[in-house]
């Protein structure tokens, strides 16, 4: 009679078998290490260009919230100098000045926003020995600048208010006028010196490279109260 023998260990095909799955085990995890490795990084630098896109726009954003009423001198062919407000807003660009400088937080700042190739440029220099003029964009007005948007497709720029100051002196009188019928309303451009007034918005239309649309809105606050009730007709700010 032939014994037998019980063997509790593995045989060498079980043996075989384990190392293959385990390789395989040791495989699939090393690529999804890997993978997770790879997509880590790729989030990190989007969430971090995501990030500094971000911060860059709440900076210009706080520019425009600071836009002043600022005067500024005008010369005429033969040298005469008259007052005006420093503000140009067209449909593709606005040029006008802001109280805190993202160069200087203690110094105002003439600032330009436009459209330049896909981009949304912010430009600005500091006011600290000379004088915005009239008319003029500063010499090296952009030697600082930043890019606040790309893979633009166009930026329409649009300005609410009223169409001047004497439209609205007889507005906030309409009571005395029987036949007034003039409102605030959108305008594709708005020149301070034509208006002597700062329009009391500001809209940006953007359309993205891939058909996509945004809206942009800011509220322009007036910082000087002698010129806000010169200008404006009010008694109280």
Not at 215 to 236: A, S
Request: aromatic fraction near 14%; glycine fraction near 4%.
């Amino acid at each position: 009679m032939v014994k037998i023998t019980k063997h509790n260990g593995f045989t060498l095909v079980e043996m075989l078998v384990s190392m293959v799955i385990l390789s395989s085990v040791i495989v699939i995890a090393t690529q999804a290490y890997r993978q997770f490795i790879v997509n880590s990084e790729r989030f990190s630098t989007k969430y971090r260009s995501v990030l500094a896109d971000t911060q860059k726009r709440e900076l210009v954003f706080e520019r425009l919230d600071q836009t002043i009423l600022y005067i500024a001198n005008k010369r005429d062919l033969f040298g005469n100098s008259t007052q005006s407000i420093y503000w140009q807003g067209y449909q593709n660009s606005l040029l006008s000045v802001t109280k805190i400088s993202l160069q200087n937080p203690n110094k105002a700042a003439v600032f330009k926003l436009y459209q330049n190739e896909g981009e949304l440029i912010y430009c600005e220099k500091v006011i600290d020995s000379w004088l915005p003029q009239i008319g003029k964009e500063p010499e090296g007005l952009c030697d600082y600048s930043l890019s606040i948007l790309s893979n633009l497709e166009s930026v329409q720029f649009s300005y609410f208010g009223w169409k001047d100051a004497f439209q609205k002196m007889e507005g906030m009188n309409a009571k005395y006028f029987n036949n007034f019928s003039a409102k605030k309303t959108w305008f594709k451009r708005y020149d301070s010196i034509e208006a002597e007034l700062l329009p009391e918005w500001i809209a940006l239309d953007i359309t993205y490279s891939d058909s996509s649309k945004d809206r942009w809105m800011f509220l322009i606050k007036y910082q000087d109260p002698l010129r806000y009730r010169l200008l404006n007709g009010r008694n109280e700010v």
